[in-house]
């Protein structure tokens, strides 16, 4: 009996071991939302690895290429962080709305995908100090369209927005405050580039989205549109681009603003903008 309750001691006494030494010594993956910084983080606060949340959309920001791999300005630009600081980077695709929720959850430890700042947001999110984007939000309609030349002339045209969107969410505004002639919101899944494509084939009147995807389809088909000024356009979206983090992962923060700063003074980011849009749309350090 002695020897067998010792024997029922010493495989308990392991499992307290082996318990003490697990929680000692962490996990990996995922993201951090509650740990301040990211996992396995060096003494100077680079990352060891990093999961990124993305929606594979709107391109050219970041889309899957014809062989199904994921490419684009951002993308290439995480890459190169990623490389220059010998990061495990790795992404999942979700839809837009999921990545919010993927960050709150802590899957992830950064999102991004052409992400305004909203001042909802802005309270429950870390925002980069440093925008790695930026253009204007303007009013576009097909070459041989002279009948819409501002919001005012949308009541009743079809424009098409993505649920949640920024442009989404103005023209549902505005079709509180104007509800005798309403803009008929096409609710599509599509990304810019692909709302674009089908207003230039007819589908739609007119679109509200960056100027930056206008020059992207220029460029990429010799499509041209007509483009117009919104005067409110903040108010639909600010113009800038920002990655995201959880509102605790100021270490994380710190370390992009200071990889983005660098890729924007070396010229780097510079280039991928005129690789995929034609033009530099960085805005200076």
């Known amino acids: 009996m002695k020897r067998k309750s010792r024997k029922i001691f010493l495989a308990a006494l392991s499992l307290v071991l082996a318990f003490s030494m697990t929680a000692c010594g962490g996990g990996s993956g995922g993201g951090s939302a509650d740990s301040g910084s990211a996992d396995g983080a060096a003494a100077d606060g ?32 995480l890459n190169h962080i990623a490389e220059e600081n010998n990061i495990d980077l790795s992404y999942e695709i979700t839809e837009f709305e999921s990545m919010f929720v993927g960050l709150d959850a802590g899957r992830y430890d950064l999102i991004i995908g052409n992400i305004s700042k909203k001042p909802e947001r802005e309270e429950k999110y870390l925002f980069s100090s440093e925008p790695y984007f930026k253009s204007e939000i303007a009013l576009i309609t097909a070459e041989d369209n002279t009948d819409i030349k501002s919001v005012e002339d949308l009541g009743g045209k079809k424009v098409p927005a993505g649920a949640g ?19 008929d919101i096409q609710y599509t899944d599509a990304d810019a580039s692909a709302a674009l494509i089908d207003l230039y084939n007819g589908r739609y009147d007119a679109c509200i989205y960056n100027t930056t995807y206008v020059s992207s389809l220029t460029k990429e088909y010799g499509y041209h549109f007509n483009v117009y000024e919104i005067p409110n356009a903040d108010e639909i979206e600010k113009p800038e681009a920002w990655i995201l983090f959880s509102k605790t992962n100021t270490q994380l923060r710190d370390f992009f603003d200071e990889q983005l700063t660098k890729m924007k003074q070396d010229g780097s980011l510079s280039e991928l903008s005129i690789k995929y849009f034609g033009e530099d749309y960085i805005p200076e350090a």
């Open 46 to 77: 680079t990352p060891e690895s990093l999961v990124v949340g993305i929606s594979a959309s709107p391109k050219p920001f970041n889309y899957q290429d014809e062989h199904g791999e994921l490419t684009g300005l951002e993308v290439d630009m």
């Open 165 to 183: 969107r920024a442009n989404a969410l103005f023209m549902e505004s505005y079709n509180e405050e104007h509800p005798d002639n309403p803009i």
